[in-house]
């Protein structure tokens, strides 16, 4: 059931008054080049946001253009020096460190819409003082192409409902195109620390595992149809480009077994609906570690992929199943030379439409 946000004043507003309403934590490792245009949106929240710049062992002016900010914005900006551990240890880092009530990882070559992020930390001060406490806030974000300097949005307009709180039997059906993604989340920071999420160090692709592990201790959700999230991509040396993301492999294989761990491991089943969404979402991992395997094309990571269908039939069979012969499933298992060019022609197509790396 959908509930509107306007609430009698209580006295949680006035000590959350002198809270920082939201933490942007921006992982930064020698983003020297290009860290100024995010840092330039996010200081637009004033007072209101507190922005923690995490220097991962940079070896560029990363460091220098970090403390800069710091001492011009001093009751803004917070710089954390760190030796590297990638960008799940700069995600912990914000985590262990943020004073906001809640939280938003912005990576250094993102940015957000600054009329946007001013309605959105508007209405989550405004939800303050509403009797149901917001776990977990969803805008739009928006691929910004630099190749052909084009954009597309990805929106919820079709299956969440629209500037109220609300729950999971609310939700309506996900398109694969359209899940949940650390771009689109603003979670309730104590509710972070209440999940005990810990990304795991030097290790790429754990944005998933964000978004992912903290979803059944969301209870309350609150969708706004704004395009605040501007994410950059075309950069030959971006973590979603093919080639690196093939390089990587193994460290998408990690993200990838230790949410099947999750889920299998987790000691109430959530929400039905919830619970459908964490499986389709899981599914949709499984499908896209498979399919880079097999676009790689060698042999032993064709062996990593049966690998990784094995590691979830060990851990759940029935879930195995479920996934091993539905649509997703099946399209990146089809047998032989035939069925592997099959995939990776189906692969192809869906990323020359959607541009996703």
Same mark, same amino acid.
């Given at each position: ?272 609906? !919830? ?16 399919? !880079? ?65």
């Amino acid at each position: 059931m959908c509930v509107k946000t306007s609430g009698p004043y209580d006295w949680r507003r006035e000590r959350k008054r002198l809270m920082k309403i939201i933490t942007f934590t921006v992982p930064c490792y020698n983003s020297a080049a290009y860290m100024d245009h995010c840092i330039k949106t996010l200081i637009q929240g004033g007072e209101d946001v507190e922005i923690i710049l995490v220097d991962d062992g940079s070896s560029d002016d990363t460091a220098k253009i970090a403390d800069y900010y710091a001492s011009n914005y001093p009751s803004i900006i917070k710089v954390i020096h760190q030796e590297n551990g990638g960008h799940g240890e700069a995600v912990n880092t914000g985590i262990k460190n943020a004073k906001g009530l809640y939280f938003k990882v912005v990576d250094s070559d993102d940015w957000l819409d600054v009329p946007g992020m001013l309605k959105t930390i508007s209405v989550l001060k405004e939800l303050q003082g509403h009797e149901k406490q917001l776990d977990m806030m969803i805008c739009n974000y928006v691929y910004e192409h630099s190749e052909d300097n084009t954009s597309h949005t990805v929106n919820y307009k079709n299956v969440l409902p629209q500037n109220c709180l609300f729950g999971w039997n609310d939700v309506g059906r996900f398109r694969v195109s359209q899940y949940i993604l650390m771009h689109s989340v603003i979670y309730r920071t104590a509710l972070l620390h209440e999940c005990g999420l810990v990304l795991p160090k030097h290790t790429f692709y754990v944005d998933n595992l964000f978004v992912y592990q903290p979803l059944p201790y969301v209870k309350t959700l609150y969708y706004m149809d704004i395009d605040l999230y501007r994410y950059f991509i075309g950069r030959s040396d971006q973590s979603v480009n093919e080639n690196v993301m093939i390089k990587r492999i193994d460290q998408q294989l990690r993200v990838n077994k230790l949410m099947i761990d999750f889920y299998c491991n987790m000691k109430e089943r959530p929400n039905k609906r !919830l619970d459908s969404y964490m499986k389709k979402y899981l599914s949709v991992m499984m499908t896209i570690s498979s399919v !880079l395997l097999l676009v790689s094309g060698t042999k032993e990571n064709l062996k990593k992929k049966t690998d990784l269908w094995l590691y979830l039939k060990n851990s759940d069979e029935k879930l195995y199943r479920r996934m091993r012969y539905r649509l997703l499933g099946t399209v990146s298992n089809l047998p032989g030379t035939a069925g592997r060019k099959l995939t990776k022609h189906a692969y192809r197509l869906t990323s020359k439409r959607y541009k996703f790396n």
